[in-house]
């Protein structure tokens, strides 16, 4: 494990226009041959947590692929974002995740053409912000993009007017206990992105698992949980948040205010993850990667589809 750090990409945005300097671990393979393809892991609200995101390093490490574990937290002042989402912005994440790129390609030991992204929940937010093309005009001048996208238990409460995308593939894995990031939200936003033209598009729903499912043991309450789950809007090209529940459109602060009285709840349910989920969606990952040509699939039996899955390719 290597430890860096570098300036995150500022763009045209309320959310991810203030400088900051964020660290970040880069998680190489020992015995496979370079250049490597690469995972952006980007985290949940609960920050770089061992069982979530080196977890997954160390799967995408076993299966030849490197990773970099960005910290958007640490180098804001900030610990988690649980009780306030404000704290560190998805847009914010975006930026950190795209410096991060530019950062693995200019590496000689990471392939340029093999790098992704992927995130868990809040991480997963940012994920799928990275695959919108009207965000790349809002980027300016940075013209690199993502060859691969994969969204954990994603929010998907804010969708894109415009859901086009820049046609990469995209896998969407869900829960179907969710009642933090409920999964017909992401389920729609996934085939909002098909309908206007990306047809790698991936939906797998494991349908009794809860959110946050790398968390083996009992369900728990996260009871300051801020909880945007019945905040229904859409983004709109400009920035602006058309609010279903509001008739209107909110700039972000707006839109930050008017939820906070109108939509935003308290508290969430989330791991009750088992040693068999979690390994079967960790192969069923490292599939879909090495499908796109990142890294090598595991056996085809350790990945099986059981009945209660709901897959949509």
């Not at 977890?55 to 937290?73: C, E, H, P, R, T």
Request: glycine share 8%; with cysteine.
């Amino acid at each position: 494990m290597e430890s860096v750090s570098f300036d995150t990409l500022t763009f045209d945005h309320p959310a991810a226009a203030k400088p900051a300097r964020v660290s970040a671990s880069v998680h190489l393979p020992m015995q496979v041959d370079r250049p490597f393809p690469c995972m952006v892991i980007l985290t949940s609200s609960a920050g770089v947590q061992r069982h979530r995101e080196h977890y997954y390093a160390q799967a995408l490490n076993d299966a030849g692929v490197a990773a970099m574990i960005v910290d958007s937290f640490t180098g804001r002042g900030v610990r988690r974002t649980v009780a306030d989402q404000t704290l560190v912005s998805g847009a914010q994440m975006e930026g950190d995740a795209f410096a991060a790129l530019a950062l693995l390609r200019a590496d000689p030991r990471i392939d340029p053409q093999r790098i992704g992204v992927m995130g868990v929940s809040k991480g997963g937010v940012a994920t799928l912000n990275a695959a919108i093309a009207v965000r790349q005009r809002w980027r300016g001048g940075f013209d690199q993009l993502f060859d691969l996208h994969v969204a954990i238990c994603p929010g998907a409460t804010a969708q894109h007017r415009d859901p086009t995308t820049h046609g990469r593939p995209i896998y969407f894995m869900l829960a179907g206990r969710d009642d933090y990031t409920p999964a017909p939200l992401a389920i729609e936003y996934a085939e909002r992105m098909r309908a206007a033209g990306n047809r790698r598009i991936k939906v797998k729903v494991y349908s009794g698992a809860h959110h946050g499912w790398e968390s083996l043991g009992p369900v728990f309450d996260i009871r300051d949980a801020e909880n945007w789950s019945c905040c229904r809007n859409f983004i709109e090209d400009d920035g602006r948040h058309f609010v279903v529940a509001a008739g209107r459109a909110l700039s972000e602060p707006e839109y930050q205010a008017w939820a906070r009285i109108n939509c935003v709840t308290r508290g969430a349910r989330a791991g009750g993850g088992t040693a068999a989920l979690k390994a079967r969606a960790t192969n069923d990952l490292l599939a879909f990667l090495a499908a796109h040509g990142f890294g090598v699939a595991k056996p085809p039996q350790a990945a099986a589809i059981r009945e209660d899955d709901i897959v949509s390719t």
